[in-house]
């Protein structure tokens, strides 16, 4: 960052927004930093200054009403562990951020960083889609809410204004059970595929269903005809068959030199199928 | 611009640039016992305690540190006087090489430090950071353990 000149310690959120608003109209911009895992390497010559955005409060777990609320400051470490977290729709959120590189980066990383420094390999937006959260963006004119489903359906730098800044995650209440998988070379390794899964049922019949994927596209995304293609049905061994199969036909991951196409088709199928056995029991036909 | 840290418990003030990582100014200023690996978060070797976090200093902005504490391996004991996790390291035979191990005894302090008794899952998760090339991890492991059962917290 060879335009870097300034090291801004706000105390309070509206110190870091109107630090933030002088981004306005101007090419040099001044860039929150948090966990600064990802910014270290940045080469960005528009970036002027740093906004140190750990000491104004937005490091907290809460509940409010029958939502659950996470500042986006908050590191991957301390959602992994968070009692709360963990208990929440099968525990997805938790297992995602406990899936983050290794205990010395999850001790850095924030949910707030992962998403708005979005890399193909980033874990939290997968199971962010699966629980339909909403982000919390913040900016001297005021604050608004946006769905993940629109805030990944395109870069973040198209979503939010240089000077807004994501301040929360707010998941609603859920009463179904949902999980997560990653698959990496290895336990640390960047993602090849991570996929998401919250479901709802009743009288045994998936009655709601979110599935999510990351890491086969740029941008992570809904497997909405997955979704309706499991809705008002029940697992079974059989129909879990079929749906490994729809999976395969459905996806089309991008071809990179660390892994081909055809084997990430075929593994999605199957980590698909893992999923929902994951989160409902499944009856075997015999 | 001036950045002031406690490091190993005494407070200094030193000029930085903003885009300066910890790792670079550590070693700039001396404290030589962090070691740069990999300089991008991957193997552990530069690994400090912030606040009694476990960190890579190689990804931190040093301008972050600012009015907080920092602790490296020299920090934690001396050759005369050495810290239970260091004795046992020693003890276990855990030392080849050596290039992984300040960084691999900071994050094995952190766990004890919050977890006395730690599980043989939880201690192996506390070091997955910190990649060893030499010994297997297995008589690390038997360390951390060992300092555990010694009873080595907050010292």
């Known amino acids: 960052m060879k335009n870097l000149k300034e090291f801004y310690y706000p105390s309070s959120l509206t110190e870091a927004l109107y630090i933030l608003s002088e981004n306005e109209d101007n090419s040099l911009i001044n860039v929150p930093v948090a966990g600064s895992t990802s910014i270290v390497f940045s080469k960005n010559p528009n970036i002027k200054g740093l906004i140190d955005i750990n000491r104004i409060g937005l490091d907290y777990i809460k509940k409010d009403g029958t939502t659950i609320k996470i500042g986006s400051t908050m590191t991957a470490r301390k959602i992994y562990q968070s009692p709360l977290i963990k208990s929440m729709a099968g525990g997805l959120l938790a297992k995602a951020a406990g899936s983050i590189g290794s205990t010395l980066i999850r001790n850095s990383c924030t949910i707030g960083g992962n998403i708005v420094d979005l890399r193909i390999w980033s874990d939290f937006p997968a199971p962010l889609l699966a629980l339909d959260a909403k982000i919390k963006v913040d900016s001297k004119k005021g604050t608004r809410e946006i769905s993940v489903e629109e805030f990944f359906s395109k870069r973040p730098s198209k979503i939010l204004s240089p000077s807004e800044m994501v301040t929360e995650i707010i998941i609603p209440s859920l009463e179904g059970k949902g999980s997560f998988i990653k698959f990496a070379r290895t336990r640390v390794d960047y993602t090849l595929v991570d996929i998401a899964a919250y479901l709802e049922t009743e009288d045994k019949k998936i009655c709601l269903a979110r599935i999510a994927v990351s890491g086969i596209t740029t941008l992570p995304e809904r497997l909405k005809s997955m979704e309706k293609f499991i809705e008002g049905k029940e697992l079974t061994e059989d129909f879990l068959q079929e749906v490994s199969k729809k999976a395969r036909e459905e996806i089309n991951p991008i071809h990179t030199y660390k892994v081909g196409s055809e084997y990430r088709k075929h593994l999605v199928g199957v980590l698909v199928k893992r999923l929902l056995e994951e989160c409902v029991e499944v009856r075997s036909e015999t | ?155």
């Open chain 2, 1 to 155: 611009m001036l950045l002031t840290v406690t490091i190993n418990g005494e407070k200094r003030k030193f000029e930085i640039s903003p885009g300066d990582t910890l790792l670079e100014v550590l070693r700039r200023e001396g404290y030589y016992e962090v070691k740069k690996g990999c300089g991008t978060g991957n193997c552990g070797t530069c690994t400090v305690l912030l606040d009694g976090i476990a960190v890579t200093s190689c990804t931190k902005l040093a301008g972050l540190v600012e009015g907080r504490e920092v602790v490296t391996i020299a920090g934690i004991g001396t050759p005369d006087n050495p810290h239970p996790l260091q004795e046992a390291f020693v003890e276990e035979g855990a030392v080849q090489c050596g290039y992984c191990i300040p960084g691999m005894i900071l994050s094995a302090k952190a766990l004890l430090d919050n977890n006395p008794n730690p599980t043989e899952e939880e201690i192996k998760e506390s070091l997955d950071g910190n990649l060893c090339r030499c010994t297997g991890y297995v008589n690390q492991i038997k360390a951390v353990k060992l300092a555990a059962a010694l009873g080595s917290t907050n010292t």
